[in-house]
């Protein structure tokens, strides 16, 4: 690499200049239409776990951009889960009566090419302001039916330690708040974050769960994995988050190696996600019946504790339900791993 290459990676030109663009690729009218509407970040830790000579590295093809991002479906939607219509104040989603999203900042470490909320991440996005997260404190506070607070964004990991714990401890202080949940890429995309000075600020007097959000086995460098480590070693409970995406993960054979991966570095893998109809990525998209064949598929192969659940945020803010394979038949027979039918009394 260039010496005086970035350690993140922001435009087409510094792609090309690392090889992860052809020249004629970055010089090309469309997808310079791209990198100027969806933000471009990949960081040297994503990097070092691409493998140039595969043209279709399941790691390059979540963060590199493709011409194909400014073809948009009818059916796709800048807010494809439907947040804006659940957020009573700035940086708030109040979706489920008993959880809220907050969201501290919208910049991220890096930036997914499937991202739901590419519309409205990237280095512009700036962090809540002070006044700004008073507020959405003051309406936690006045909101007694939520119990659990989710810090997302953006990714809230980029924020500075001192910041960090300023908020989680805001929250921590609030009587009817009984833990808080963390979703963050930064443990594997920028793993030199993860410093002592931010596990002291994760480190409070309720649980602080992290789920970390990884598509491939690959992602797991060893400076990845340690900074998981470092998290578990401190008592912060880990859960994974997968977006299920076509060509990079969409075996059987991928997501077991995923799965198997996060469960030997103590993350509980918790969701797999049906990907979210944003625009311009009906290109990484499944559809739900492969989606369930994935998960039929790892039934009797795969441990339960390293089995994810299989789920769809309904477009337009509807909420999120389990769209797995169904076992019971409606003539009274359930099937095995194997696909074989027993019959079964319900008395």
């Given at each position: 690499?260039?010496?005086?290459?970035?350690r993140?990676?922001?435009?087409?030109?510094?792609l090309?200049?690392?090889?992860?663009?052809?020249?004629?690729?970055?010089?090309?009218?469309?997808?310079?239409e791209?990198?100027?509407?969806?933000a471009i970040a990949?960081t040297q830790?994503v990097?070092?776990t691409?493998?140039?000579?595969?043209?279709a590295?399941?790691?390059?093809?979540?963060y590199?951009?493709?011409?194909?991002e400014?073809e948009?479906?009818?059916?796709?939607?800048?807010?494809?889960i439907?947040?804006?219509?659940h957020?009573?104040v700035?940086?708030?989603?109040?979706?489920y009566k008993?959880?809220?999203?907050?969201?501290?900042?919208?910049?991220?470490a890096?930036?997914?090419?499937?991202?739901?909320?590419r519309?409205?991440?990237?280095?512009?996005g700036?962090?809540?302001d002070?006044?700004?997260?008073?507020a959405?404190?003051?309406y936690i506070r006045?909101?007694?039916a939520?119990?659990?607070?989710?810090?997302?964004g953006?990714?809230?990991?980029v924020?500075?330690?001192?910041r960090?714990?300023?908020?989680?401890?805001?929250l921590a202080?609030?009587?009817?708040?009984?833990?808080?949940?963390?979703h963050s890429r930064?443990?594997?995309?920028?793993p030199?974050r993860?410093?002592?000075a931010l596990?002291?600020?994760?480190?409070?007097p309720k649980?602080?769960?992290?789920?970390?959000?990884?598509n491939?086995?690959?992602?797991?460098?060893?400076?990845?994995?340690?900074?998981?480590?470092?998290?578990?070693?401190?008592?912060?409970?880990?859960i994974?988050?997968?977006?299920?995406l076509k060509?990079?993960?969409?075996?059987?054979e991928?997501?077991?190696?995923?799965?198997?991966?996060?469960?030997?570095?103590?993350?509980?893998?918790?969701?797999?996600?049906?990907?979210?109809?944003?625009?311009?990525?009906?290109h990484l998209r499944?559809?739900?019946?492969?989606?369930?064949?994935?998960?039929?598929?790892?039934?009797?192969?795969?441990s339960g504790?390293?089995?994810?659940?299989y789920?769809?945020d309904?477009?337009?803010g509807?909420?999120?339900?389990?769209v797995?394979?169904t076992?019971?038949?409606?003539?009274?027979?359930?099937?095995?791993?194997a696909?074989?039918?027993?019959?079964y009394?319900?008395?």
């Open positions: 690499m260039d010496g005086n290459q970035p993140t990676l922001r435009s087409l030109a510094d090309a200049r690392e090889g992860l663009l052809a020249a004629d690729a970055a010089a090309d009218p469309a997808l310079a791209v990198a100027a509407r969806y990949i830790d990097r070092d691409i493998d140039r000579s595969d043209a590295d399941p790691v390059a093809r979540q590199v951009p493709d011409a194909r400014r948009t479906h009818d059916d796709e939607n800048a807010d494809p439907g947040d804006d219509a957020s009573p700035k940086g708030i989603v109040h979706r008993d959880r809220a999203l907050l969201k501290p900042t919208h910049a991220c890096v930036y997914c090419r499937f991202c739901f909320r519309e409205m991440v990237g280095p512009g700036a962090a809540l002070a006044a700004e997260t008073q959405a404190l003051a006045a909101t007694p939520i119990r659990e607070v989710i810090l997302t953006g990714d809230p990991l924020l500075s330690p001192r960090m714990g300023e908020l989680l401890g805001a202080a609030i009587d009817h708040v009984d833990w808080l949940r963390i930064v443990p594997v995309a920028d030199a993860v410093t002592d596990v002291a600020a994760l480190k409070q649980a602080v769960w992290l789920a970390v959000h990884a491939h086995a690959n992602e797991f460098s060893p400076a990845a994995i340690a900074a998981c480590a470092k998290l578990a070693d401190a008592g912060i409970p880990l994974g988050q997968t977006v299920l060509g990079i993960n969409d075996t059987p991928g997501l077991e190696t995923l799965f198997r991966t996060m469960t030997k570095h103590r993350i509980k893998p918790y969701y797999l996600h049906h990907a979210d109809k944003a625009p311009g990525t009906a499944t559809d739900l019946a492969t989606g369930q064949t994935l998960m039929r598929g790892l039934r009797g192969r795969l504790l390293a089995q994810p659940v789920v769809l309904i477009p337009g509807a909420g999120k339900v389990p797995g394979p076992y019971l038949g409606a003539d009274g027979t359930v099937a095995d791993p696909g074989r039918r027993h019959a009394r319900d008395d």
